[in-house]
């Protein structure tokens, strides 16, 4: 049973930063690809990066060079560092990891960027 669980979230002031972590368990090789997703209230559901096994990273425009995916392979874990955070990041994120094209998904977790 795989089972993928965030944490990290909060609240944070413009400019600030913070890292995201999550964990997935369940399966005995390395899923393909993990990343992150945010909704934010009335909003679709958004992919914000990325990472392959091997490395390959996506992130959507906007966190560009102030988002950064890593992943830890050996433990199937995925860390999303949130620097120069904007009011327009709050969101819930969520963490998820796809095995054969199916994706699993975390609980999610709220990140507030307000003054």
């Known amino acids: 049973q795989v089972q993928v669980v965030e944490s990290g979230g909060g609240l944070v002031q413009p400019g600030g930063s913070l890292r995201l972590s999550c964990a997935a368990s369940?399966?005995?090789?390395?899923?393909?690809?993990m990343g992150w997703y945010r909704q934010a209230p009335g909003t679709e559901r958004e992919l914000v990066a990325a990472i392959t096994s091997g490395g390959f990273t996506n992130y959507v425009d906007s966190v560009k060079g102030r988002f950064t995916i890593s992943r830890d392979n050996a433990e199937n874990r995925v860390y999303l560092q949130m620097n120069s955070l904007k009011p327009e990041d709050t969101a819930v994120y969520y963490c998820y990891a796809d095995l054969d094209s199916y994706l699993y998904w975390g609980q999610g977790t709220q990140v507030t960027v307000s003054s």
């Open positions: 369940g399966s005995v090789v390395s899923f393909p690809v």
